[in-house]
């Protein structure tokens, strides 16, 4: 599949309800990225927010991604036009914009990542279009980019109904840590009042049919499991630099 044909299959699957399950990279290596595009995910985020990831290494990772039919997506490291401009013009098929807290701020981001008339993005050959070799296929993909807004903070559950108002919002993806922060419980998952807000996140995603999305950060498909059969149906799982861990601890054996 091309990737307008990936962006199709995954909106397929989250308005039929089904989960889109992806995974998160953060280290800067193509065969890193290969390796994690050929297994089985529908997408694949390479974060810019807390990864060690420049503009200039964007082409290479999606490349890599591309090769095993994975979606290559941006996390945002803010969610300025320039950021945006530079992920999909190098490849992505779509952002993660993080900290979203109104629907303004998020309607600004949709904007500047769709060319017009959809948006405000700048025209022009890049990566994305094979510079100009694919112009004219370009451009219905480049109306509507895949965009997912990460819910993490409490100003942004205030204002959540308004969120999930946006045209164009296809998921909201919760980050747990930030927004556990946001309420003086950080990683205090178990708190009633955490789980109380998961629950509100929950609860108007259903109302205006916008799918929730989490990440399960440690590698654990029964973990995986129950967040499918909780609700969640955008999820990431694990980050390539816990699954490397994860598979490098030393055995514990005698010596």
């Given at each position: 599949?091309?990737?307008?044909?990936?962006?199709?299959?995954?909106?397929?699957?989250?308005?039929?309800?089904?989960?889109?399950?992806?995974s998160?990279?953060?280290?800067?290596?193509?065969?890193?990225?290969?390796?994690?595009?050929?297994?089985?995910?529908?997408?694949?985020?390479?974060d810019?927010?807390?990864?060690?990831?420049?503009?200039?290494q964007?082409?290479?990772l999606?490349?890599?991604?591309?090769?095993?039919?994975?979606l290559?997506?941006a996390r945002?490291?803010?969610?300025?036009g320039?950021?945006?401009?530079?992920?999909?013009?190098?490849?992505a098929?779509g952002?993660?914009v993080?900290m979203?807290?109104t629907a303004a701020?998020?309607l600004m981001?949709?904007?500047?990542?769709r060319?017009?008339?959809a948006?405000?993005r700048?025209v022009?050959?890049?990566r994305?279009n094979?510079f100009?070799?694919?112009?004219?296929?370009y451009?219905e993909?480049?109306q509507?980019p895949?965009l997912v807004a990460m819910?993490?903070?409490v100003r942004?559950?205030?204002?959540?109904?308004?969120?999930?108002?946006?045209?164009?919002?296809?998921?909201?993806l919760?980050?747990?840590?930030?927004?556990?922060?946001s309420?003086?419980?950080?990683?205090?998952?178990?708190?009633?009042?955490f789980?109380?807000?998961?629950?509100?996140?929950?609860t108007?995603?259903?109302k205006?049919?916008?799918?929730?999305?989490?990440?399960v950060?440690?590698?654990?498909?029964?973990?995986?499991?129950?967040?499918?059969v909780?609700?969640y149906r955008f999820i990431a799982y694990?980050?390539d630099?816990v699954?490397l861990?994860?598979?490098?601890?030393?055995?514990?054996?005698s010596?």
């Open positions: 599949m091309n990737r307008l044909e990936k962006i199709r299959a995954i909106r397929t699957s989250l308005g039929e309800n089904r989960p889109s399950i992806g998160w990279m953060q280290i800067p290596d193509s065969s890193v990225a290969e390796i994690m595009g050929q297994a089985g995910y529908d997408w694949v985020a390479v810019m927010e807390h990864g060690a990831i420049s503009v200039h964007l082409p290479d999606f490349r890599a991604l591309d090769l095993g039919g994975a290559p997506l945002l490291a803010h969610g300025h320039k950021d945006c401009k530079q992920a999909l013009d190098a490849g098929g952002v993660i993080p979203v807290e701020q998020l981001v949709r904007d500047a990542c060319w017009p008339p948006g405000t700048g022009g050959f890049s994305a094979l100009g070799v694919h112009f004219e296929a451009r993909e480049a509507a895949l819910i993490e903070h942004a559950v205030e204002n959540l109904e308004e969120i999930l108002a946006v045209d164009g919002l296809d998921a909201i919760i980050g747990p840590y930030d927004l556990s922060a309420m003086g419980l950080t990683a205090k998952f178990d708190a009633p009042e789980i109380a807000v998961l629950n509100r996140i929950h108007l995603c259903g205006q049919r916008i799918p929730c999305g989490v990440h950060v440690r590698p654990d498909a029964e973990v995986l499991q129950q967040r499918i909780e609700g694990s980050i630099a699954f861990h994860s598979s490098a601890m030393a055995p514990k054996v010596r």
